[in-house]
C-alpha cells in the first residue's frame, strides 16, 4: 500500500520552530517530486514548498527565507524545517507526491496532514 505520513506538527510560540517529515511506505520517493502545502480553516490548500528528484527546491515566497525543504532518499523521508513562525503559518500541512512537480496540488499521492499551531 503506498502511503505518506506527515509528522513533527504541533503547537510553538511566534519565533520558534519545527521540523517536519514526510515520510513515504511502499515506494520509493528517489525519482518523485514532494510538495508541502497548508490549509488553514476557511481557506483553500496553498502552495507552500517542493523539491524535486534531482534536489531542486522551489517556495511560496511568504516562506522564503524561513522554511527549507531537504530529502534523504536512504531514509524515504522529505523534511519541512520551519523557522521563525508566525501565527499566520497556523495550518494543517500536507506532504504530497508526484511525477511531476507542481506548485498546484495536482500530486498523486498525499498524506493525511499534521496541525501547526503558532501561538502564545
Known amino acids: ?6 509528522s513533527g506538527g504541533g503547537l510553538v510560540q511566534p519565533g520558534g520552530s ?10 520509493t520517493l528517489d525519482y518523485y517530486a514532494i510538495g508541502w502545502f497548508r490549509q488553514a480553516p476557511g481557506k483553500e490548500r496553498e502552495f507552500v514548498a517542493a523539491i ?8 511560496a515566497d511568504f516562506v522564503k527565507g524561513r ?6 532518499n536512504a531514509k524515504n523521508t522529505v523534511y519541512l524545517q520551519m523557522n521563525s513562525l ?21 500530486y498523486d499521492y498525499w498524506g493525511q496532514g499534521t496541525q501547526v499551531t503558532v501561538s502564545s
Not at 18 to 27: H, K, P, Q, T
Not at 52 to 59: E, H, Q, T, V
Not at 90 to 95: D, E, G
Open 86 to 106: 508566525k501565527p499566520e503559518d497556523t495550518a494543517v500541512y500536507y506532504c504530497a507526491a508526484g511525477v511531476v512537480l507542481r506548485t498546484t496540488p495536482a
Open 67 to 72: 522554511f527549507t525543504i531537504s530529502r534523504d
Open 1 to 6: 500500500q503506498l502511503q505518506l505520513v506527515e
Open 18 to 27: 519545527l521540523r517536519l517529515s514526510c515520510a513515504a511506505s511502499g515506494f
Open 52 to 59: 524535486g528528484w534531482s534536489g531542486g527546491r522551489y517556495y
